[in-house]
C-alpha cells in the first residue's frame, strides 16, 4: 500500500501545455515536499509546504498542500523541454525529524519541443 | 563546494557477496539519511545518523542490512549476502540536524547477478 499516491505517473505534453500532478493521502503530514530527480542523479528540493492551504510559487511553477496537509498539488504553467524529468512529492510526519521523509512513486513528465 | 558524494557510482555483484557502500556528506552536516529506490519507484527510507549514532533505523528491510558512521562523517552501509532483490539505486543524503533541506548524492546503483 502507498501512502502517497502520486497521478498520472507519467505525462507526455508538447511545450507550451499547462499540467498539474497530484500528491494524496489518508494521513496528515507536518510538512510536504516537491523534488525533481534527473536520470542518473538525486533528487533536488524545489519546495517546501507546511501550513494548510499553503501556496508557493517558483517560476512557472506552483504548489499548493490541502487544508487538511493531506495533500497536494504541483502546477506547471507553459511547459518547457527543460521541465523534463521525474517529479516527486514527499511527506514528513515530524516537525522535529523533517529528513525522514515517505515518497510517493513519481511522475516522469516528458514535455516534447 | 562540494556536495554528498557517493562511492562506487555502480557496483555490479554476484548473489550471496556481501559489499560496501559509501557515502561523504557535505562538511558539518550532521544528519546522515540513506535512502532505497527501486526501479520506477520513489525513494525508501532506510536509517537516519544524527552524529555517530543511527538515531532511526526503522527502514533497514533485514538484519544484512548495516550502516555505521564512526566519526560523525562518512557513512558505510554493508549489505550482506545479496541479492537479487538487493538491486537498486542507494541515495545518501545529509543535512543539518533533522532538518530540511535534504542534499541527496547521486546514489550507487546496485545490480546483484
Known amino acids: 500500500t502507498q501512502l502517497l499516491e502520486q497521478s498520472p505517473q507519467f505525462l507526455s505534453i508538447q511545450e507550451g501545455e499547462n499540467l498539474t500532478v497530484y500528491c494524496n493521502s489518508s494521513?496528515?503530514?507536518?510538512?510536504l515536499q516537491w523534488y525533481r530527480q534527473e536520470p542518473g542523479e538525486g533528487p533536488v528540493l524545489l519546495v517546501t509546504?507546511?501550513?494548510?492551504?499553503e501556496v508557493k510559487k517558483l517560476k512557472r511553477l506552483t504548489f499548493q498542500f490541502g487544508d487538511a496537509r493531506k495533500d497536494s498539488s504541483l502546477h506547471i504553467t507553459a511547459a518547457q523541454p527543460g521541465d523534463t524529468g521525474l517529479y516527486l512529492c514527499a511527506g514528513s510526519f515530524r516537525s522535529s525529524n523533517t529528513g525522514k521523509l515517505i515518497f510517493g512513486q513519481g511522475t516522469t513528465l516528458q514535455v516534447k519541443p | 563546494g562540494a556536495g554528498v558524494s557517493q562511492t562506487p557510482s555502480n557496483k555490479v555483484t554476484e548473489k550471496g557477496k556481501y559489499v560496501e557502500l559509501r557515502c561523504d556528506p557535505i562538511?558539518?552536516?550532521?544528519?546522515l539519511y540513506w535512502y532505497r529506490q527501486s526501479l520506477g519507484q520513489g525513494p525508501e527510507f532506510l536509517i537516519y545518523f544524527q552524529g555517530t549514532g543511527a538515531a532511526d533505523d526503522s527502514g533497514l528491510p533485514n538484519d544484512r542490512f548495516f550502516a555505521v558512521r564512526p566519526e560523525g562523517s562518512v557513512s558505510t552501509l554493508k549489505i550482506q549476502r545479496t541479492e537479487r532483490g538487493d538491486s537498486a539505486v542507494y541515495l545518501c543524503a545529509s543535512g543539518e540536524i533533522g532538518r530540511s533541506p535534504l542534499h541527496f548524492g547521486n546514489g550507487t546503483r546496485l545490480t546483484v547477478t
Open positions: 509546504v507546511v501550513t494548510g492551504g
Open positions: 494521513s496528515v503530514f507536518s510538512s
Open positions: 562538511s558539518g552536516h550532521t544528519a
